[in-house]
């Protein structure tokens, strides 16, 4: 079945540092793949997704992923993290296959320490 | 009133309650989704409408009842829900059920269920 990992349920880093979070996904297709965010007492926001163009993509608020197919990765990254950065952040993939329901991660927490 | 929006944010019902949660998104979107966030799992997709047809029903129990009356909304009807179905839940719509569509979340119900 295809899938969805997140690695890492919490991750703490420094203000100013950079921020790693990451996710793997298993597929016999080419998938799609998604992060959202999501802030404490909200719903879920898009922050970026690959649809098959660019490899490299960027998103709001300074976050970017890089799709590297031979790894099966999609990892989110931003060079220098700030206190507004702390939330919940999912991964999630589907594929062109049928009507594919979107595949969520556990998602990872982040917190940004002062 | 923009995007996805949800009512109401809190409920708390017994088990013998009935209660509907209500879902309404502005955007002209034709796809909408009800979605389950438990604590430490990730999101369950329970129910997905297109163009006001129930188009997919994850094994969910007859316990929840889904409703889309028109395209721009979308409830849940509760009755002797567990203890267990306390969680978040978040309602998504996307334009269509395309790989690429991104779903827009509303900022979800908390459900306690006693």
């Known amino acids: 079945a295809q899938s969805v990992t997140q690695l890492g349920s919490h991750v703490s880093v420094s203000e100013g540092a950079l921020v790693l979070l990451r996710c793997n996904y298993s597929?016999?297709?080419?998938?799609?793949l998604f992060w959202y965010v999501q802030y404490p007492n909200q719903g879920l926001q898009l922050l970026l997704k690959y649809t098959s163009a660019a490899t490299l993509v960027k998103g709001i608020n300074g976050f970017e992923a890089e799709f590297k197919k031979s790894e099966t990765s999609f990892h989110l990254t931003k060079p220098s993290a700030h206190m507004s950065d702390a939330a919940e952040y999912f991964c999630a993939v589907t594929w062109n296959s049928g009507n594919t329901p979107l595949v969520f991660g556990k998602g990872t927490r982040l917190s940004v320490i002062a | 009133e923009t995007g996805v929006t949800q009512t109401p944010r809190h409920l708390v019902m017994g088990m013998t309650n009935k209660k509907s949660l209500k879902c309404e998104q502005h955007l002209g979107h034709n796809a909408m989704y009800w979605y389950k966030q438990s604590a430490k799992k990730p999101l369950e997709l329970m129910f997905v409408?297109?163009?006001?047809?129930?188009?997919e029903n994850n094994s969910v129990p007859s316990r929840f009842s889904p409703e889309c009356p028109n395209s721009s909304h979308l409830f849940l009807h509760l009755h002797t829900l567990q203890p267990e179905d306390s969680a978040l839940y978040l309602c998504?719509?996307?334009?269509?059920?395309?790989?690429?569509?991104?779903?827009?979340f509303g900022p979800g119900t908390r459900l306690t269920v006693l």
């Open positions: 998504a719509s996307s334009q269509d059920r395309g790989p690429g569509d991104t779903q827009y």
């Open positions: 597929s016999s297709v080419p998938p799609y």
């Open positions: 409408y297109s163009l006001e047809e129930r188009v």
